[in-house]
């Protein structure tokens, strides 16, 4: 089957997609003698979110209960992926992050998958931010290493640099673009991710991790036995260095957002993905995320020296000379 994958590739589908003013500043927007039409269409929108969120129209209806102040987002943000075939259920909540909430959810017979694992984003309101200029550095916008026509990505750079709406928007959305297109690449490169199946406004479908009614634990989660220590440790600096080698930087690893699953660990979590090269903080990223691996491990009882393994990395795949100092304090 299709699945509505981020085709990458057209900057207007991706405004369509993300229901985004085509570069307009939204004050300018206001102003034109278009506003009622504007209005007409939000109305329009409005009406297609209320079918959506009562689950009516398209026919979502889910297990899951969800609380009243999730259910709305939560619907609205799946309801695509329904539509297209990819899920067909919603069945229990794995657990609510600062920034996002994952499900489990059933796939659909028509995807051959039993089940799938959806991360919705909370929405702006609700998200504990965190302080995105530290990874934005040195960082394109995630549409813009996939053909973009210049123009059009120097509009987006420019409204993201001005903070307009438009930026708000194309900010919020990056993020979850960002983490699609990392977990794109690197599963395609044989990394211990889970496979994305496709992205939304506000979500992104994933391979799932776990069985029905248990997901995998986090690594901080579990004790490991002697004899996993050493293999495991050294599967978590392959994906390190894979990671490297594309120039990216996790950006927030550490024994939270690494599963264990039947002896294996997967990746997650991955919208602050650093580059690795024009960022100049990613000397500092990188040695904080082999860091808080080694602590993990050091506690489990295998000790590694961070700094080393760092230098390593750094010298053998980006052979810059790193800033060693940590960033301003006001970027962490
Ligand atoms: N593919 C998956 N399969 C099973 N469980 C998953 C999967 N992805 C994420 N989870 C679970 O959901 C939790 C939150 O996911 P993730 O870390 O990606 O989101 P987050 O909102 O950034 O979280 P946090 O703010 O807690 O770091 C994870 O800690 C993990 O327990
Ligand atoms: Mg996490």
């Known amino acids: 089957m299709t699945l509505d994958r981020f085709s990458n590739d057209e900057y207007d589908e991706y405004i369509t997609r993300f229901h985004l003013a085509d570069g ?25 979110l209320a079918d959506e969120v009562s689950g009516l129209e398209g026919g979502f209806k889910i297990s899951y209960k969800p609380a009243r102040f999730e259910e709305g987002f939560l619907l609205s943000s799946l309801q695509p992926f329904y539509d297209q075939t990819l899920i067909s259920d919603v ?16 796939a659909d017979p028509a995807t051959g998958l039993d089940l799938l694992a959806a991360k919705v984003y909370r929405p702006r309101s609700m998200r504990n931010l965190r302080n995105d200029a530290l990874y934005r550095e040195g960082r394109e916008l995630a549409v813009s290493a996939s053909g973009v026509n210049r123009r059009k990505d120097d509009r987006m750079q420019r409204a993201l640099k001005k903070k307009s709406a438009f930026g708000v928007q194309i900010a919020h959305s990056s993020w979850i673009l960002h983490e699609y297109g990392a977990l794109d690449q690197l599963y395609r490169l044989g990394a211990a991710v889970p496979k994305p199946y496709a992205t939304g406004e506000n979500a992104i479908i994933l391979g799932y991790v776990g069985e029905a009614g248990r997901a995998a634990p986090t690594l901080h989660e579990v004790t490991l036995e002697t004899r996993e220590l050493q293999p495991l440790f050294q599967e978590v600096m392959r994906n390190i260095e894979l990671m490297v080698k594309s120039r990216m930087i996790h950006g927030d690893l550490s024994a939270y957002n690494i ?27 990188l040695q904080r995320d082999i860091q ?20 390593k ?5 980006v052979g810059l000379d790193p800033v060693r100092q940590p960033p301003e304090e006001d970027l962490l």
């Open 24 to 48: 307009e500043d939204v004050d300018q927007r206001r102003k034109s003698k278009t506003s009622h039409k504007t209005k007409k269409s939000d109305n329009r929108i409005i009406a297609t």
């Open 259 to 285: 599963l264990y699953w039947q002896g294996k660990i997967t990746v997650i979590d991955f919208p602050q993905v650093a580059n690795a090269v024009n960022n100049r903080s990613a000397y500092f990223i």
């Open 313 to 317: 990395l750094w010298w053998q795949h």
């Open 91 to 106: 069945l229990m909540r794995v657990k609510g992050g600062k920034e996002a909430n994952v499900y489990l959810c059933q």
């Open 292 to 311: 808080r691996v080694c602590e993990y491990f050091a506690r489990q009882g295998l000790t590694r020296d961070p700094v080393e393994l760092t230098d």
